[in-house]
């Protein structure tokens, strides 16, 4: 066990004194609790995103594309057809569990094809094949759309799960590993969430990890008649996933099992002890999970989860870690990585449990007013100046009143309404008037994107 770092747990923040801003919602949106029960003609697992899940979908995505600008991320997409070929290559042959969750899809092209389970196969396989891969280190890479497994329903399962993921390509440093969970970290907090854990652990590498197999499959030999049916059928082929079952005999098992961080070669071992310590720099809390082994095979060193505590079963909302040998895996040069997927329906459903409001991403910074014909013209050419500008603007060309335009503006809750008559008009100015205080100023048209931005956020 490393023993610099400090093994510490995440604290519990209450989400209105970590998030204020979030405190009021744009509109009283109601709480509901949605039913995961699909109506008659759905496809089981899968699900309709109405307008009312679809502003929590949006605010989950909003958060997740910041905190991907802030850290220069490049989006990118894959297709959702993969060949069952490059999936199985990539996922690990003898993961027979993820091979069995595959949606296959039957189509005239002779290859098999599945849509994705993951975003990273793809990604891997697009790496490996573009010159991409060639651009400075480490590539920066994220990606969000639907995946989809087989998995049991019940309990709320969906077959086609909603995630993004953020990828970090070509660099071995630990420090990378940190940042990934210091961006789920953020993003958990910006969206006020409480009560919920990050999971760190390792996996080894393929020098240290067939060693540690084996001690663990000779360690669950003995014990094969106490272990429940579905480990006793995995115990020779992947011996690691039985840690993580959850039949209570096997659980107990496990207690007493080899841990794989006294199995570790010195390389794995550093690795390990360096990112725990970027951790503790970047102030994040964690929780080492010896038991935490992802079912898919292709994870080296790093694992970690991000998951909900005081709730009937632990939700996942974020998974990653370290894949340094899967690009080379999909035919690449051997090319270290480390990734962060995170589960936006498992997210959106955490923020209906704990009644979290969210504010709109798409709401408007400002109201576009405007008081005569020859303003009106005006006024349109001054909308595709502020859109072109990036600020998100409404307008009320439809109504001819002011006071019914200002009406509007506040019921829209824009901090900043703009004026336009034809005085302004005619002298390319414009009224730009504080919704709060009613403070009103004269802009001139020529530096009012340039004023706007000094004033929103
Ligand atoms: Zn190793
Ligand atoms: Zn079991």
Redesign the pocket.
């Known amino acids: 066990m490393p023993d610099t770092p400090k093994n510490q747990t995440a604290n519990n923040q209450n989400p209105s004194s970590t998030q204020p801003q979030l405190a009021v919602a744009e509109e009283e949106v109601e709480q509901r609790r949605f039913k995961h029960t699909p109506p008659e003609g759905l496809v089981p697992g899968t699900m309709d995103a109405l307008p009312d899940r679809m502003q929590y979908v949006d605010w989950v995505l909003f958060q997740a594309e910041s905190i991907a600008i802030t850290h220069e991320l490049k989006r990118v997409q894959t297709p959702v057809l993969e060949k069952v070929a490059n999936l199985s290559r990539g996922l690990g042959a003898e993961t027979d569990s993820i091979e069995d969750q595959l949606f296959r899809v039957t189509g005239k092209s002779g290859d098999a094809v599945a849509l994705r389970p993951d975003h990273r196969t793809g990604l891997a396989r697009a790496f490996a094949q573009d010159k991409f891969s060639r651009q400075d280190k480490p590539v920066r890479l994220w990606t969000h759309g639907a995946i989809f497994r087989v998995v049991p329903l019940g309990h709320g399962a969906l077959r086609e799960m909603l995630s993004f993921g953020f990828e970090l390509i070509g660099e071995k440093n630990a420090v990378l590993d940190a940042q990934l969970i210091q961006m789920a970290h953020k993003i958990i907090k910006r969206l006020g969430l409480a009560d919920v854990v990050i999971q760190v652990n390792t996996v080894g590498c393929l020098d240290c990890r067939p060693e540690y197999i084996q001690q663990l499959k000779e360690f669950y030999e003995s014990r094969d008649n106490a272990?429940?049916?579905?480990?006793?059928k995995r115990r020779t082929s992947n011996p690691m996933l039985?840690l993580t079952?959850?039949?209570e005999?096997?659980?107990r098992i496990a207690k007493d099992a080899p841990q794989i961080i006294d199995h570790l070669c010195e390389t794995c071992h550093k690795h390990f002890t360096e990112t725990l310590e970027f951790l503790d720099d970047l102030e994040i809390p964690y929780s080492l999970n010896p038991q935490l082994v992802p079912e898919i095979e292709y994870y080296a060193r790093t694992v970690f989860s991000v998951v909900t505590e005081k709730t009937d079963r632990p939700r996942v909302l974020f998974e990653g870690g370290r894949y340094d040998d899967l690009i080379e895996k999909m035919g690449g040069r051997p090319t270290p990585a480390v990734g962060i997927t995170g589960f936006v329906d498992n997210l959106v459903l955490a923020l209906q449990e704990q009644a979290i409001k969210i504010a709109n991403p798409r709401k408007a910074d400002v109201y576009l007013a405007q008081l005569s014909a020859m303003a009106k013209k005006k006024a349109l050419s001054v909308f595709e100046m502020l859109r072109e500008g990036g600020i998100r603007v409404v307008e009320g060309f439809g109504k001819n009143a002011i006071t019914t335009q200002i009406e509007q503006a506040t019921k829209l809750n824009v901090p900043i309404t703009l004026i336009l008559g034809q005085k302004e008009a005619m002298d390319e100015t414009i009224i730009m008037r504080d919704m709060v205080n009613g403070v009103q100023e004269i802009v001139p048209l020529a530096r009012l994107v340039t004023e706007l931005k000094k004033r929103i956020q």
Not at 227 to 232: E, P, S, T, Y
């Open positions: 272990l429940c049916k579905k480990c006793r039985l079952c959850k039949e005999k096997c659980e």
